[in-house]
């Protein structure tokens, strides 16, 4: 069983940055599509971007141009790098894959 574990979030002001990781236990990471998505208070989970096993991206339509995520097969890896954040941006972040949900963690952006 896949086990993700999030890292990276904080407290950043607005037009910051920030860069998440998701680790995966396992040996078969790389045959995976993997997520990132967030929740932020009184709201529903959202997608914010995903990538295939091959490393074809996408992503929700407000995170275009801001938000770039990528994977490292040899580290078992997710990445999510933030740019030019917003207070709206503010969230717990999931990782996601192998039908499997991380932990999460904590993004919080000040204006």
């Known amino acids: 069983q896949v086990q993700l574990v999030e890292s990276g979030g904080g407290l950043v002001q607005a037009g910051g940055s920030l860069r998440l990781s998701c680790a995966a236990s396992?040996?078969?990471?790389?045959?995976?599509?993997m997520g990132w998505y967030r929740q932020a208070p009184g709201k529903q989970r959202e997608l914010v971007a995903t990538?295939?096993?091959?490393?074809?991206?996408n992503y929700a339509d407000s995170m275009k141009g801001r938000f770039t995520i990528s994977r490292d097969n040899a580290k078992n890896t997710v990445y999510l790098q933030m740019n030019s954040l917003k207070p709206e941006d503010t969230a717990v972040y999931y990782c996601w894959g192998a039908s499997t949900w991380g932990q999460g963690t904590q993004v919080t952006v000040s204006s």
């Open positions: 990538i295939t096993p091959r490393g074809m991206t």
């Open positions: 396992g040996s078969i990471f790389s045959i995976y599509a």
